[in-house]
C-alpha cells in the first residue's frame, strides 16, 4: 500500500514514471499488501498506564480498536509492574497516576516523579533533559585512536565525579559548565569549549529548552492531578518551584550546593530498574531481569573500570555483544531497597 502511495506522487502534478529499486517479483510475492498498523509495531506501556488510570482493569478483553496482542499487553503490565506504576493485583498505584499524567515516557517519568520527593529534581530535570537530545557527545571520526584519547582526557577534567560515579553525573557536569559559560555572556568562548570537546553546541542549546519544557509538564501535571485538593496542589506546587529554584535568588544559592550523587541516582535506578546489571569477575556484568552477560560500552565514562558492584544503564545496543550505554555505578543495595518486588521474582496480576 506505502509503495502504490508513493507511485500516486510521481503523477500528481504531470504524467511520470516510477523506478523501483526492487523486482516486480518482490513487489508481488514478498511485500505485504498492507503495512502493519502502529499499535501492533510501537511500545503499548503509555497506552496501557493510561487506561489504568481512567479504571480499565480486563485489559485482555478490553474493546481494542485493534487489539495489539496477549504478549504486548503482558509485557506492557510487567514493564508497569517493575517500575511501580502497578500494584502485585494490577491497580494502578500513586506513583502510575502521576506517570499517566505526564505526557514522557514512563521510564522517564518515574524518573522525575521519584526525584521531587527526593529533593533532587532540580539536577535530575538537568540530566533527562541531556537525555532527550540526540548526539549531544559527538564521535571522535577520522585521525588515529591517539586523537580520541586526547578528546576523551580534556572531557574527563571536566566532569571528575562522571569518571567515578558514571555517565549521568558526568551529563550535569558538561550541562552545568556549558550553562555557566552562558550566564557570563561567553557565548563564543561556550562554542569553542563544545568544538575543543566534540560536543555540539546546538546540542546543549536544546538541552536548555526541553528543561523548560519538562519543567513546565511537572508544574501542570501537579495542577492536573485530581486526587489532591485545592490546599494539596498548593503545597506541591510550592514545594516544586521551591526545588526547580525557579526564584532567581535562590537559583543562585542553590548552585552552590553539592550534588546529592546517592539519590540522583536512585531515582534513575527507580526508572530504569530492568536496566541494571551484577558485575561479575572479568569485568562483565549480568543482568538482574534475565541474566545475560552485557559490557560497558566503550564510550562510557565507566569504561575499564574495575570492582563495580553494579550498574544502571539507560540504553542497551548490540554489535559484537551485548553493551551497556549512558551508565552509572550503583550499589547493590539500592536494588534491593528500590525494587524489592522485582527483584523477588512477584509476579503481577493481569485482573482477567
Known amino acids: 500500500a506505502s509503495a502504490k502511495q508513493r507511485a500516486g506522487r510521481a503523477g500528481r502534478e504531470a504524467p511520470g514514471k516510477v523506478f523501483r529499486l526492487y523486482s516486480e517479483k518482490v513487489f508481488n510475492e514478498r511485500?505485504?499488501?498492507?503495512q502493519e498498523s502502529e499499535i501492533m509495531r510501537n511500545d503499548?506501556?503509555?497506552p496501557v498506564l493510561t487506561l489504568k488510570k481512567i479504571g480499565v482493569d480486563d485489559l485482555l478483553n478490553w474493546p481494542w480498536l485493534e487489539h495489539p496482542g496477549e504478549e504486548a499487553i503482558l509485557s506492557a503490565l510487567s514493564n508497569l509492574y517493575s517500575l511501580g506504576a502497578l500494584d502485585g493485583n494490577g491497580k494502578i498505584t500513586t506513583l502510575g497516576y502521576k506517570m499517566a499524567i505526564l505526557p514522557l515516557p514512563p521510564q522517564l517519568s518515574a524518573v522525575l516523579i521519584t526525584a521531587i520527593d527526593n529533593g533532587v529534581v532540580k539536577d535530575v530535570v538537568d540530566i533527562v533533559a541531556c537525555l532527550s537530545v540526540d548526539n549531544l557527545i559527538?564521535?571522535?571520526?577520522?585521525?588515529?585512536g591517539e586523537q580520541?584519547?586526547?578528546?576523551?582526557v580534556r572531557r574527563r577534567t571536566y566532569c571528575p565525579l562522571g569518571c567515578q560515579y558514571g555517565d549521568l553525573i558526568a551529563f550535569k557536569e558538561y550541562f552545568s559548565h556549558f550553562e555557566e559559560l552562558l550566564n557570563a555572556g561567553n557565548v563564543a568562548e561556550a562554542k569553542d569549549w563544545c568544538h575543543d570537546l566534540h560536543f555540539s553546541y546546538k546540542g546543549f542549546r536544546n538541552v536548555l529548552r526541553v528543561r523548560q519544557q519538562l519543567k513546565e509538564y511537572m508544574l501542570t501535571t501537579i495542577k492536573q492531578d485530581d486526587r489532591l485538593t485545592g490546599g494539596q496542589k498548593e503545597k506541591a506546587l510550592l514545594n516544586l518551584r521551591s526545588q526547580l529554584s525557579l526564584d532567581m535568588e535562590l537559583q543562585q544559592e542553590l548552585v552552590r550546593q553539592p550534588l546529592n550523587i546517592p539519590e540522583i541516582l536512585k531515582c534513575f535506578v527507580r526508572g530504569y530498574i530492568t536496566n541494571t546489571?551484577?558485575?561479575m569477575p572479568d569485568r562483565s556484568y549480568r543482568t538482574c531481569n534475565n541474566g545475560s552477560l552485557i559490557s560497558i560500552h566503550p564510550s562510557s565514562n565507566l569504561f575499564g573500570k574495575a570492582n563495580l558492584d553494579s550498574i544502571m544503564y539507560v540504553e542497551y545496543v548490540?554489535?559484537?555483544k551485548g553493551y551497556a550505554r549512558n551508565c552509572s555505578a550503583i550499589e547493590l543495595s539500592w536494588l534491593q531497597e528500590i525494587a524489592p518486588h522485582v527483584l523477588g521474582g512477584t509476579k503481577?496480576?493481569?485482573n482477567e
Do not use: C, Q
Not at 31 to 34: A, D, G, N
Not at 138 to 144: A, F, K, P, Q
Open 31 to 34: 511485500l505485504p499488501k498492507e
Open 44 to 46: 503499548i506501556v503509555l
Open 138 to 144: 559527538l564521535n571522535v571520526t577520522g585521525g588515529d
Open 148 to 152: 580520541r584519547h586526547e578528546v576523551n
Open 277 to 279: 546489571a551484577i558485575g
Open 318 to 320: 548490540f554489535t559484537s
Open 348 to 350: 503481577v496480576s493481569i
